[in-house]
């Protein structure tokens, strides 16, 4: 029986198992994908890290390379992979888990695999599995494509149509940029993008989030309505946009067939709506086991579960900080995890 178990093989899952190694537990991990690299490998192909290589480490290896450079989707799964070679941790792909039970100890269960048994559990498989996919005016009359952001991967089968991204934050943004050059884009929003500037004083802002002490406040639990992102801007985001290449709207009012209609009445035909509008927490394997609420998400205080001693999660958006849910943040939060799971 493993001292503890570690569901999800990603950024998050890598981080607890170190934490645990640390500890001086060594962890079962179950990754449903064919590499411990989590979601990373299906992201889009043109994402960049919105954070410099020299912030964006899990603890105990450095990222490679130029540490002022943003690294490429790619790299970060290089990265990832090396990460958990060198971790002593029994990594165990192609194990997705379908249900968690408690009964003294808790009972892991594995498709079309063996149940595993352990006094501790850390769910850390993210929210990629889960794409936000809101109730849009007359969405579900729409003939053409529609696809979530978390199933974009390139610009390419896009080429010479008329597309429509829906979203305000970064992903919305830097999907239509990928694919400006290629078809005629807008973006959708509800509200004006708020922008925030990449380099404050000729330094990243992830230095200033830093020096600070911003990126590790502890403030995630004391906040109400947890704060959306602005769009880090180099200068070229904003300046695309405000050229109309691609352009800017408020949402459309409905859609019928093939076309959409923009509040100032306008119809025109429209060839794909791509929704760049989130993700929501993904753990289905513990909806049986009452520690989740009404919405799914989990009930849960600086990662620590409030329904089950010995149940933890990392990666959560605003679980400690603001950083929490990246690969720069989620080493913080798995020492902290770790730390208190040992101690009850």
């Known amino acids: 029986m493993p001292e503890a178990v570690v569901i999800g093989g990603g950024q998050a899952g890598l981080a607890a198992a170190h934490a645990l190694l640390a500890r001086g537990v060594r962890p079962l991990v179950l990754e449903a994908g064919d590499e411990p690299a989590g979601s990373w490998p299906r992201y889009y192909e043109s994402l960049r890290l919105f954070s410099p290589a020299r912030y964006s480490a899990l603890p105990g290896l450095p990222f490679p390379g130029d540490p002022g450079r943003y690294p490429h989707r790619d790299e970060v799964v290089d990265y990832l992979r090396t990460y958990a070679k060198q971790l002593d941790a029994d990594i165990r792909t192609g194990h997705r888990v379908t249900t968690v039970t408690h009964d003294g100890q808790f009972e892991v269960r594995v498709a079309d695999g063996p149940r595993v048994t352990a006094p501790i559990v850390i769910a850390a498989t993210g929210a990629f599995g889960s794409p936000h996919r809101p109730a849009l005016p007359g ?4 003939t053409g494509a529609v696809l979530h952001s978390g199933d974009y991967r390139a610009p390419e089968p896009f080429a010479g149509q008329r597309v429509v991204v829906v979203g305000a934050a970064n992903s919305a943004v830097q999907i239509a940029l ?4 290629h078809a005629r884009v807008t973006l959708a929003t509800r509200g004006p993008i708020r922008y925030a500037p990449q380099r404050v004083l000729g330094r990243d802002v992830h230095f200033w989030f830093r020096a600070t002490g911003f990126d590790a406040l502890p403030i995630g639990p004391w906040l109400g309505t947890k ?5 880090l801007d180099t200068g070229g985001h904003r300046s695309a946009i405000e050229a109309g290449d691609p ?12 076309t959409v ?3 100032d009445g306008t119809r025109e035909h429209v060839d794909a709506i791509i929704l760049a509008t989130g993700f929501r ?20 205080r600086r990662g620590l579960s409030t329904t089950h001693p010995g ?5 959560l958006e605003w679980q400690r900080s603001f950083a929490s849910a990246t ?3 989620v080493g913080r939060d798995a020492k902290y995890l770790v730390s208190r799971l040992l101690r009850a």
């Open 311 to 315: 149940l933890g999660y990392v990666g």
């Open 178 to 181: 990928d694919l400006a050059p």
């Open 327 to 329: 690969i720069r943040g």
């Open 227 to 231: 704060p959306s992102t602005p769009v």
């Open 281 to 300: 927490p993904a753990f289905p394997y513990l909806r049986g086991l009452g520690a989740l609420d009404s919405t799914g998400a989990p009930r849960q």
């Open 139 to 142: 969405l579900d009359r729409f």
């Open 247 to 258: 352009d800017q709207r408020r949402l459309f009012t409905s859609c019928d067939d093939d």
């Open 261 to 263: 209609t923009w509040p």
